[in-house]
């Protein structure tokens, strides 16, 4: 296996294994997410007591490393930043909305424990689609589904990340309108905002308490941040396998201490790039015919509790691949005739040219 001198060297046209990278985290969100449908207890995996974070929390950490850089690049290329904010919303919401309206609407009535006629009577459905689709709220149940399961009632418990990735957007949206996209200063000034709002986090209880959701933006801005920087510094950051090893090595000695997540996650980014653009012998890099991270994100969950509800006593490992096998299916429609149509229609309301591999499907997270 060999790799590029340096992030911007690799950093070129088709060339990177960024498609592999989603499609192996999406798969990790669902192997992980097994073990939580089938116990309702996510300390039972065994990467939450050695590293403090789930398989699934390490791949959306992933997720959001790659759209920082992705995204950042997009912005960098791109000249209109209405045209950025239209293409950011189009990646995202069609296939949420596909996703959404079959969860309620063929999914749920299939299965639900309620009768059709209860199903959809009231405004159950209609403030189901409401939640999901306007505040990204899943606690939101359907009449009826899921309801006996461990993680009774959660029909669509992935979604709950897309507000931070449109989050982030929001806020490379206005990088880019107040020219500091290629500010130095204005990128270590967001993260010196980060770490003051981690530092107050974890030093005031009372407002960890009042904030829960802060924690999310700490965590996945700092991700995102991360995959920023190295966009930014591409062109000087190498390509080799020992800061990966110094930075997880750091991390592991300051796991007791508040240095431990930013090590973490920069170990975590490291690695990410290196093997985003590692060349794999009479291989070189892993591109795929289609982007179906996102449905996996997004199908897998609903998915694997319909199968736990219709098998209540299957094992994790046999839940995860029994899901992985239907999901695809659903993941390949959703990128056929949803997500590729969408990035068409952007392309077509931008009037810009197609983009190169390295930018297609890479801006959503999970």
């Known amino acids: 296996m060999t790799i ?34 089938t116990s309702g207890q996510l300390d039972l995996e ?13 791949a959306v950490n992933i997720f959001f490393i790659v759209s920082g850089f992705l995204v950042f690049a997009s912005l960098d290329r791109q000249s209109s930043i209405a045209n950025f904010a239209a293409a ?16 309620a609407l063929i999914l749920g009535p299939l299965v639900t424990h309620a009768a059709l006629a209860d199903y959809f009577h009231g405004d159950g459905v209609g403030r189901f689609l409401a939640s999901i689709l306007i505040a990204f709220d899943t606690d939101t149940t359907l009449p009826g589904l899921f309801d006996t399961l461990p993680r009774a009632g959660d029909a669509m418990a992935t979604v709950w990340t897309l507000k931070y990735e449109l ?18 200063v204005a990128l270590w ?25 802060l924690l999310h933006v700490i965590r996945l801005g700092a991700c995102f941040l991360f995959g920023m920087i190295a966009y930014k510094y591409r062109d000087r950051l190498p390509l080799t396998w020992l800061p990966v090893a110094v930075l997880a090595a750091a991390a592991w000695l300051m796991r007791e201490t508040y240095l431990y997540w930013p090590l973490l996650f920069a170990a975590e980014s490291y690695l990410t790039f290196v093997l985003a653009f590692a060349q794999i012998p009479a291989i070189g890099v892993i591109v795929l015919p289609a982007d179906i991270s996102y449905g996996l994100y997004l199908y897998g969950w609903p998915l694997e509790q319909t199968l736990k509800q219709a098998f209540p006593t299957i094992q994790p490992e046999l839940l995860a691949i029994s899901c992985f096998a239907t999901t695809v299916l659903l993941a390949l429609a959703s990128w056929r005739y949803i997500e590729m ?6 392309r077509l309301l931008t009037r810009q040219p197609a983009p190169p591999a390295a930018a297609v499907g890479g801006e959503m997270a999970a």
Do not use: E, Q, W
């Open 167 to 184: 989050l982030m957007y929001a806020g490379m949206t206005l990088f880019g309108a107040l020219r500091l996209a290629r500010s130095t």
């Open 88 to 103: 950011r919303l189009l990646r995202v919401l069609p296939g949420l909305v596909a996703a959404a309206l079959f969860v």
């Open 189 to 213: 000034l967001a993260a010196a905002a980060l770490a003051i709002a981690a530092l107050v986090y974890a030093s005031m209880p009372a407002i960890a308490h009042a904030l829960p959701a």
């Open 46 to 58: 065994p990467l939450v007591a050695s590293t403090g974070l789930s398989l699934g929390a390490h």
């Open 4 to 37: 590029h001198k340096t992030i911007g060297a690799a950093f070129i046209g088709r060339h990177n294994n960024f498609d592999a990278i989603r499609l192996a985290a999406a798969s990790c969100v669902i192997i992980s997410h097994a073990y939580l449908i």
């Open 341 to 346: 149509p969408a990035m068409k229609l952007r």
